[in-house]
């Protein structure tokens, strides 16, 4: 089943840990691929220095601003492509960043441990910024498992240095122990 838009509509550190272990469907124009969460950072809104929001509403993260349950999409470094889901409600812009996947359906071989390496294997792009996750579009979240509290792991997100004491800030959600998690490793 396909999760609704009420699962987005709460802040995004409560939908960061709970997004774990549900199931993201992609499909890329030939094949409907399938993967489990197991990495993800929440960025908190205007206040939090490492989210896109907190200079403001620019084209780039518009979809920030919109309703919950939306793709977030944008390209980093002129290469990478991020995909975020839109939580809060309309006008409180906060977002998950899908950091790694575990996949499913015999794609094992598959790399998508890294939020551009899994964009760049799943076929995410810029195409999908502003797409309803609640829908029967391209993208979407599925109820999956979700991993229990003692497999959980909460640290700070990795790469926002310039981020002031937002830095340290404990909004990166991982599962202990699974092999796909990117960035630092986190011990079984």
Not at 7 to 35: E, I, S
Not at 44 to 54: F, M, N, R, T
Not at 126 to 145: A, F, K, N, P
Request: with cysteine; hydrophobic share 35%; aromatic share 6%.
């Amino acid at each position: 089943m396909i999760l609704g838009r009420g699962f987005y509509d709460r802040a995004a550190d409560l939908v960061a840990r709970d997004l774990l272990g549900r199931t993201l469907v992609v499909f890329d124009g030939k094949r409907r691929h399938r993967a489990r969460i197991v990495e993800v950072e929440a960025y908190v809104g205007i206040e939090d220095l490492a989210c896109h929001a907190s200079k403001g509403r620019t084209p780039r993260n518009a979809s920030m601003f919109g309703q919950p349950g939306n793709a977030y999409v944008y390209l980093v470094y002129g290469m990478h492509h991020m995909l975020n889901l839109v939580t809060s409600a309309v006008d409180d812009p906060q977002a998950v960043l899908i950091r790694a996947l575990e996949p499913l359906d015999g794609e094992e071989g598959r790399p998508y441990r890294g939020p551009g390496v899994l964009c760049r294997a799943l076929g995410i792009d810029r195409s999908l910024d502003g797409s309803d996750l609640c829908g029967t579009g391209r993208i979407h979240v599925e109820e999956g498992t979700p991993i229990p509290d003692d497999r959980v792991v909460c640290t700070p997100r990795i790469g926002v240095d310039y981020a002031g004491a937002w830095k340290d800030a404990p909004l990166r959600f991982c599962e202990r122990g699974n092999p796909h998690v990117s960035g630092r490793r986190i011990p079984s």
